[in-house]
């Protein structure tokens, strides 16, 4: 679909489309995320993974402006977080569905986009044409399956078309086929000059990442290509990969 691909992303300071600046944040002694600091460049897939609890969530929500950091700054291209107008140029697809049950499908699509300020109807029907529930639009979110409702989810992070996208396990609980159709849509958008970073708990989708950042308690471990990575551990796999970096850390410190 020609019109669901996103605009391309404006030129950041040293073409740096999310950068992470010293972001901590604690919820009462616990540092959620402790001290993070990266840039990304843009048109590229970054996996953030690490196991459930290692501050995944946190560190979106501070990227997105979603949640106020007790220490450094976001920013995304170029503006820093949080900031209602640059909204619109991220989209974020969080943990678990957030669609409205009660609304149909379409509806669901017309919020969105009407929350980020969509004049363009035909922006709704592209969006859900991506996922393949165009022909499901009368549909109420709420008879969806599990996959349909991640597929929705998708396209109503989408709509605006934003040249950043955030999305937060967005294949956990899908099934194999659609993941392989999620993973093709996220291609497609990179390739188009998106940038997305995508989180996960699990490794087996890693490859499909340009970049890897391995999260640990609020941390980043590792960076790297998962050949990189794995090289630098000297393991075959990233799991026993992730398991060498996060030794040398407790050894380091
Ligand atoms: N709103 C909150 N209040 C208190 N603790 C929180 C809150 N959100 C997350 N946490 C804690 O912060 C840590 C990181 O959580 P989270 O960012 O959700 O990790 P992940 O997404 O990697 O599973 C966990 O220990 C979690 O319990
Ligand atoms: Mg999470």
Request: hydrophobic share 45%; glycine share 12%; proline share 6%.
């Amino acid at each position: 679909m020609m019109n669901s691909s996103p605009r391309p992303p404006e030129p950041a300071p040293g073409d740096v489309a999310i950068r992470a600046a010293g972001l901590v944040k604690h919820f009462g002694e616990l540092a959620a995320v402790d001290g993070i600091t990266f840039d990304l460049a843009p048109g590229r897939i970054y996996g953030l993974l690490g196991p459930n609890g290692s501050g995944k969530t946190t560190l979106i929500r501070l990227l997105t402006g979603m949640t106020r950091a007790t220490g450094g700054h976001a920013e995304v291209l170029g503006v820093r977080m949080p900031d209602r107008a640059n909204l619109a140029r991220i989209g974020y697809m969080t943990q678990g569905d957030g669609v409205y049950p009660a609304l149909t499908v379409g509806e669901n699509a017309e919020f969105f986009a009407a929350a980020y300020g969509v004049a363009d109807r035909g922006a709704v029907q592209a969006a859900l044409a991506l996922v393949e529930l165009a022909d499901r639009r009368t549909a109420l979110a709420g008879t969806l399956s599990g996959g349909q409702r991640r597929r929705l989810s998708l396209a109503c992070a989408l709509v605006h078309r934003p040249p950043v996208l955030f999305l937060d396990e967005p294949t956990v609980g899908v099934d194999p086929l659609l993941r392989v159709q999620f993973w093709g849509h996220f291609r497609s958008l990179v390739d188009a000059g998106a940038t997305i970073v995508v989180s996960s708990h699990v490794m087996d989708e890693a490859d499909r990442c340009d970049e890897l950042l391995f999260i640990r308690a609020g941390r980043v471990i590792a960076r790297g290509s998962g050949d990189g990575l794995r090289a630098e551990a000297g393991t075959p796999d990233l799991e026993t990969a992730f398991l060498h970096f996060a030794g040398e850390r407790e050894v380091a410190a």
